[in-house]
T-cell receptor, first 111, second 115 residues
Framework: GENVEQHPSTLSVQEGDSAVIKCTYS??????FPWYKQELGKRPQLIID???NVGEKKDQRIAVTLNKTAKHFSLHITETQPEDSAVYFC??????????WGAGTKLIIKP | DTGVSQDPRHKITKRGQNVTFRCDPI?????LYWYRQTLGQGPEFLTY????????KSRLLSDRFSAERPKGSFSTLEIQRTEQGDSAMYLC?????????????FGEGSRLTVL
């Protein structure tokens, strides 16, 4: 079956530094690559997504890069702030938007 | 609030009892998903509906679980003969396809504790 792995499982960075989370998937049919953010006790929310015809997408301090050949995509957060502390999930999906979720990466921003 | 709403937010039950959760999606959304999430894990897909049709159900899902969306609006998820392993957060999400381009809008979840 499909396999989705995120690394690292926990990431601690100094406020102001950058954070990178990597997601590796196995399903060649995946062509939609979202990242969701879930703050403690809250619902998951989409923060950025990319499709397989694009290699990189940016939205202010957040970017996603895709390497479809190697079957991985990454979330980049620059100039991290305390409110970036959360669990981040990748959830690659097919053309029908059936998502397979990773186990999550806990991002801790140290003041 | 026009977001996804779920009820009840918390449910404590004894093993062997039946429980039912309700989800009201964003009104114009045609897709509705049920997920289960345990501590430290990502959401696990259970089932989804396109309008009133249940299009997919997880192969791992026990037959004690059943979901309905009779009029293509709200949905219910019933768990029969609950077990302690059913304790989890049950998340509902909705989307509008093909126009919504993949984004899922989640509710706050219904937390189930089975004693």
């Amino acid at each position: 079956g499909e396999n989705v792995e995120q690394h690292p499982s926990t990431l601690s960075v100094q406020e102001g530094d950058s954070a990178v989370i990597k997601c590796t998937y196995s399903d060649s049919a995946s062509n939609y690559f979202p990242w969701y953010k879930q703050e403690l006790g809250k619902r998951p929310q989409l923060i950025i997504d990319i499709r397989s015809n694009v290699g990189e997408k940016k939205d202010q301090r957040i970017a996603v890069t895709l390497n479809k050949t190697a079957k991985h995509f990454s979330l980049h957060i620059t100039e991290t702030q305390p409110e970036d502390s959360a669990v981040y999930f990748c959830a690659p999906g097919d053309s029908n938007y059936q998502l397979i979720w990773g186990a999550g990466t806990k991002l801790i921003i140290k003041p | 609030d026009t977001g996804v709403s779920q009820d009840p937010r918390h449910k404590i039950t004894k093993r062997g009892q039946n429980v039912t959760f309700r989800c009201d999606p964003i009104s114009e959304h045609n897709r509705l998903y049920w997920y289960r999430q345990t501590l430290g894990q990502g959401p696990e897909f259970l089932t989804y509906f396109q309008n009133e049709a249940q299009l997919e159900k997880s192969r791992l899902l026990s037959d004690r679980f059943s979901a309905e969306r009779p009029k293509g609006s709200f949905s219910t998820l019933e768990i029969q003969r609950t077990e302690q392993g059913d304790s989890a957060m049950y998340l509902c999400a909705s989307s509008l396809e093909p126009h919504n381009t993949g984004e899922l809008f989640f509710g706050e979840g219904s937390r189930l504790t089975v004693l």
